[in-house]
């Protein structure tokens, strides 16, 4: 959830509950319009002292450690059920008081071994956001862009710098749409499969780009594997806060394009959604 002033308990309820629009990736809300009748004031969160109503409000009660866990997934639940899945050809047949917004996994196979005897397999990109949250790369569709797939390259440059320049989504990379009627936007989800090399170098260029530091606070790798406790790596991983439905993305993804060895799933510990 970004930080927002609010001039009531009803805009603030509505910003929670409505966290797609915010995207699974971190996205300019400084441009984002919310839906008449919603007063909101967003504001930076560079322009948020510690010591901000705003803040402390939220750092307070709502946020206390025992708490957090139950707190994600139950909001996590609100936003799933408020946002639906549309086929892409329904999605773009909306009208213009929707507002799309794209974001990528992008994966790439690794053949390195991590303490020399456990197989990485592939490497996955995440990326922490503003917010505290995790979520993929990407960003609104524009104006001046002329397709979904023109939008999110535009804004991968921005978030990940001009080694994304080295490839390009494309509509083929597309997996799946939901839209959230109440904000009126629909979100779009691809992954892409980039050469280690490709990846590599985006992670190298990433510090340098244009949001890094505002926006973005830095990309992560997931951990594709399990320690011998039974928790360490994936599964611990997935305890963290994500943004909207990117942690569900996330594990269709590992599981849909084999990137997690098969039957890895059964023995993978899961955070429920509450």
Known sequence: MFEAVHTNVQNQSWLLENAIAFEAAACDFRNYAPPQGATVQPMHPAEISPSSPAQTRLLGEACQPKH?????????SRVMARSHKVELAEALQMGPNWRH??????????????FGRIPLRYTVLMQMRFDGRLGFPGGF????????????????????GEAVSAFRVERTDYRSSRAATKT???AHFYTKRLT??????????????KDHGLEVLGLVRVPLY????????????????FIGNAREELLGALRDLEILEPGSFSGLKTPALH
Do not use: W
């Not at 957090?68 to 996590?76: D, P, S």
């Not at 917004?101 to 991590?114: E, Q, R, S, T, W």
């Not at 280690?196 to 780009?209: D, F, G, I, K, N």
């Open 226 to 241: 399990t320690l011998r406790d039974g928790v360490g790596g994936l599964s611990a991983f997935l305890e963290n806060s």
């Open 141 to 160: 569709v524009e104006t001046q862009d002329r397709n979904l797939e023109d939008g999110l390259n535009r804004e991968l440059r921005e978030k990940l």
């Open 184 to 186: 009126h936007v629909v």
């Open 101 to 114: 917004l794209c974001y990528v996994l992008l994966y790439a196979p690794n053949p390195g071994m991590i």
């Open 68 to 76: 957090l866990g139950q707190q994600h997934n139950r909001r996590n």
């Open 196 to 209: 280690l090399e490709q990846l590599e170098a985006v992670e190298a260029s990433a510090p340098r780009a």
